[in-house]
């Protein structure tokens, strides 16, 4: 397999009317989309890779609606895309954020794409303008945390990932720093054993990070953090991004 593992943490800081942050263990998969993994028979519940999880048409390959997302805003057909993501586990997954790194025949980088979901059933596509250190600003424009609005800048860092994994993605509002995240890990190559292990340290990973993060919801509005309702607008957008 030309598939890796990142055994990886991710943080969360929010700034803004509470500090209040947390930590949590999970790992990752680094897959080509033109060689997605094979795994043995036995490991294959373990690690799927649908496009039905991903934005666009589920009879279509995640290549394929890729490749349409970046056509209709002008860019070329990548000669390779790598995607870091959480694979379908025992039937399920809950990818918050999923990259793309998008290269040419060269192996120049002609695109990122961070693709958004929320806890809601949306999804959302941002087309990254990235820097040679893979520095990117975006405006916020689809609900995610129910704490938050609509609105805003991210600021990410997002390079694609070597031995390490290190990428951030920062909201800023109204000049100040509201919400910080945080990805950092370590690769290893996916042979049957590390994935094994990987299953081991972190059994339902794709469950336990949704029930993190809908835990982390509730202790917020416990201590009395705000919730930002949805608009028709924001719901609307999230599901319109199903079949596109």
């Not at 048409?57 to 997302?69: S, W």
């Not at 586990?89 to 958004?116: H, K, M, Q, S």
């Not at 929320?118 to 405006?139: F, I, K, Q, S």
């Not at 805003?152 to 070597?162: L, T």
Request: proline share 6%; hydrophobic share 45%; charged share 25%.
């Amino acid at each position: 397999m030309t598939a890796h593992l990142y055994d990886a943490e991710v943080g969360h800081r929010r700034h803004e009317r509470l500090d209040d942050a947390f930590t949590h263990r999970l790992y990752l998969w680094l897959v080509d989309l033109d060689d997605l993994p094979r795994l043995p028979a036995p490991l294959r519940p373990f690690a799927r890779f649908r496009a039905a999880d991903h934005i666009g048409d589920p009879r279509r390959t995640i290549r394929e609606n890729l490749d349409a997302f970046l056509a209709a805003r002008g860019i070329a057909r990548p000669a390779r895309v790598l995607m870091l993501a959480h694979a379908r586990v025992l039937g399920y997954v809950f990818n918050p954020i999923t990259l793309y790194w998008c290269r040419d025949a060269d192996g120049a980088l002609t695109a990122v794409v961070a693709e958004v979901h929320n806890t809601y059933g949306g999804r959302h596509h941002y087309l990254l303008e990235v820097d040679e250190d893979g520095r990117a600003r975006v405006d916020k424009d689809f609900y995610v945390s129910p704490f938050f609005p609509v609105d805003g800048e991210y600021r990410m860092r997002v390079p694609e990932p070597g031995e390490t994994l290190a990428a951030t993605v920062v909201l800023r509002r109204e000049g100040a720093t509201a919400f910080v995240a945080t990805l950092r890990g370590r690769r290893r190559e996916a042979t049957t054993r590390t994935i094994l292990g990987a299953l081991a340290r972190h059994p339902a990973v794709t469950l336990r990070v949704a029930a993190a993060i809908r835990h982390r919801g509730v202790r917020l509005w416990a201590r009395g953090v705000p919730v930002v309702a949805r608009t028709p607008a924001d719901t609307d957008r999230g599901l319109g991004q199903l079949t596109r």
